[in-house]
C-alpha cells in the first residue's frame, strides 16, 4: 500500500465530511451515529473469503 502524505488524507477526510454535511442539510435529517456495531456487521461474507 502506498503512503500519500498527511495533507492527502486531511483532504480526503474533509472531503467526506462535506459530503456527508451535504446530503444531511439537503435531506432535512438529523445525523445518526452507526456505531461499532454497524462496522463490525457491514460485511460478513467479505470477511469469510478474507480468512480462506
Request: hydrophobic share 35%; charged share 35%; net charge positive.
Amino acid at each position: 500500500m502506498v503512503r500519500r502524505g498527511k495533507k492527502r488524507a486531511l483532504i480526503a477526510v474533509g472531503h467526506k465530511i462535506l459530503i456527508a454535511s451535504y446530503f444531511i442539510l439537503q435531506d432535512k435529517v438529523a445525523y445518526k451515529e452507526l456505531g461499532s456495531e454497524f462496522i463490525k456487521n457491514r460485511n460478513p461474507d467479505k470477511k469469510k473469503k478474507q480468512t480462506y
